[in-house]
Structure formats: structure tokens, C-alpha cells
T-cell receptor, first 117, second 115 residues
């Protein structure tokens, strides 16, 4: 079962709000990812957690704050966002975050559609 | 750096037509190659993958062969259906990445299949 579950599916928030996106996987994967996708574009990597430690931050503004409470859960805390942050936010996971194998496959969730007003 | 080039879309086909979506890549070493599909309003689904040269990935009637000599991973399907209408992304995963895997995506190709 290759399933990454994201909540909520849709979120509308004001620029002064604080909200969170949540992601869960039960595949025993040790790497988890946040991607941002704008319309008609490929996903862009934001953060990678490997073995519950932040390993990659792609120079994401501090108004996005990731958190990995345990190996199955990944959160993205949102605060003081701008309208241009409106996008589809995709969570993903893979089996081995240490890059030991070239065959690691990244599995994506259905995404959370975020609208900032 | 690594890069993936896909054919521009949209590609419009009649149902039961043959599909080819071209994908070429630039990478050092031997990356893994993937095709992901994104249906309207949904996330990305893994369609197929290949991890070494001459491997053929296949799923749901789609196929792609890892061609090291031409650095290509073209997606094909013999007979498309309306339900195949989606955006298709070619991607690569380099062989050595510390602390996580960094997929490099192509720009995506939108496929529209009409009756």
C-alpha cells in the first residue's frame, strides 16, 4: 500500500492567520518531503526530512516552518503568508533518505490546495 | 547540473491513437528515471520507473525504456483512452544524494484524449 495522506484537502487563510498542513505515511519510509506546485508547473522541492531531521531546506521563506514529530508524520506550519503563496502543497515520502540507493522511489500524496486571501 | 527535457504540450489525440511523449535527460552517473501522472485536481501518481540502462518500466499499458546511449526515457502507449487525459511528468533521481532524494522534473506534458 503506497499511500501518503494529506489534510486538509483545501485551505483558505488570511494573510495574518496561522494554519498547518498535515501529512502521514505508514509505509515505514524514513524520508519525507514538502513540495510546492503552481498551476501548469512541475513541483518544486521545499524541505526534506531524513530520519526525522531536516536535511534539505531549499531557501524557503521563514513564514513556512516544517516539523517532523515522528517518522510517520510531517507538518507544515504557515504564518503571515502572501497571496503568491497560493498553490498546491504536496507531501511525499521515500524509503531511504540517506541516498544509499539510486532506486528510491518518491511517493506523493493528493496535496493540499492553499488559497491565501 | 541535472536536467530533464520534455516535449511541449498540449498533445491532443483521438481515442485509441498511439501515444509517444519524448523525454531526454542530462545527468552524471546513472540516475533512476520516472514517469509521474497528475490527473486534474489531484496529486502526483507514480506511473512507472526504471533504475538502470535497458530497463523497461510498464504500468496500465504505458511503457518506457531507459536508453543510456540516447539519454532518453520516452513514454508510449499503444491505444489511449479519454481517461488518460492528464499531465505527465518525466523525472530523474540522481544516484548519490545525501540526506534525501532530489527529484529533477521536466516541465510536464498535458495530454488530451478526445472521443
Amino acid at each position: 500500500d503506497t499511500e501518503v495522506t494529506q489534510t486538509p484537502k483545501h485551505l483558505v487563510m488570511g494573510m495574518t492567520n496561522k494554519k498547518s498542513l498535515k501529512c502521514e505515511q505508514h509505509m515505514g519510509h524514513r524520508a519525507m518531503y514538502w513540495y510546492k506546485q503552481k498551476a501548469k508547473k512541475p513541483p518544486e522541492l521545499m524541505f526534506v526530512y531524513s530520519y526525522e531531521k531536516l536535511s534539505i531546506n531549499e531557501s524557503v521563506p521563514s513564514r513556512f516552518s516544517p516539523e517532523c514529530p515522528n517518522s510517520s508524520l510531517l507538518n507544515l506550519h504557515l504564518h503571515a503568508l502572501q497571496p503568491e503563496d497560493s498553490a498546491l502543497y504536496l507531501c511525499a515520502s521515500s524509503q531511504d533518505g540517506a541516498g544509499k540507493s539510486s532506486g528510491n522511489t518518491i511517493y506523493f500524496g493528493e496535496g493540499s490546495w492553499l488559497t491565501v486571501v | 547540473g541535472d536536467s530533464v527535457t520534455q516535449m511541449e504540450g498540449p498533445v491532443t489525440l483521438s481515442e485509441e491513437a498511439f501515444l509517444t511523449i519524448n523525454c531526454t535527460y542530462t545527468a552524471t552517473g546513472y540516475p533512476s528515471l520516472f514517469w509521474y501522472v497528475q490527473y486534474p485536481g489531484e496529486g502526483l501518481q507514480l506511473l512507472l520507473k526504471a533504475t538502470k540502462a535497458d530497463d523497461k518500466g510498464s504500468n496500465k499499458g504505458f511503457e518506457a525504456t531507459y536508453r543510456k546511449e540516447t539519454t532518453s526515457f520516452h513514454l508510449e502507449k499503444g491505444s489511449v483512452q479519454v481517461s488518460d487525459s492528464a499531465v505527465y511528468f518525466c523525472a530523474l533521481n540522481p544516484p548519490l544524494t545525501g540526506g534525501g532524494n532530489k527529484l529533477t522534473f521536466g516541465t510536464g506534458t498535458q495530454l488530451k484524449v478526445e472521443l
